[in-house]
């Protein structure tokens, strides 16, 4: 179940974007994701763990991955919910491991290739996340305000989504070069 995001249980909201140097025709972005080798994706951020892929019990493609966001450690399970050669959108009831404990929140992410020109294309990684019921609870049984726990979110989001674009559009500008995942 989707939690539409508000202004009332927002934590963050960020955007980064980078150049792929390869025709929009040969770019696949939901290929790229949905095979994407554990070592690669590890290649792309000092905070990535692990990658990889499954099926949600209806079918649906998955994308399971482990990363530091921050403090915590958060385990996503994204449900590929379109998955397009140029577009992917991908929703996660993330589990987030603190040292105040256990927690949920939800993680929409947006992968998404623009053309450019013939020869390039412009690669954009956004997040949204936010506060599940559960995370509400936590916080507040941990005297943290929404406010506190969205500031610290959106710092620590923001700086890994600045680390992890450029490399995933090094990643997926390889695969569709080469054919092969390795930047």
Known sequence: MEIKQTTANALSHVVAKAIINAPIEKVNIADWLLNLPDAEY???SVNHIAAGATRTYDGQPMSINVEMIGEALVIQHYV??????????????????????RSKVQVLWELKATRIDDQRCEYTNEIHATATPQFLEFIDKHGITLAQAAAARQAASDLHNQEETPLFAKSIEAKALNGIYGF
């Open 80 to 101: 590929a919910t379109e998955f397009r050669a140029d577009y992917c959108r991908m929703l996660s009831q993330s589990d987030v491991i603190s040292q105040n404990g």
């Open 42 to 44: 590890q290649k792309c």
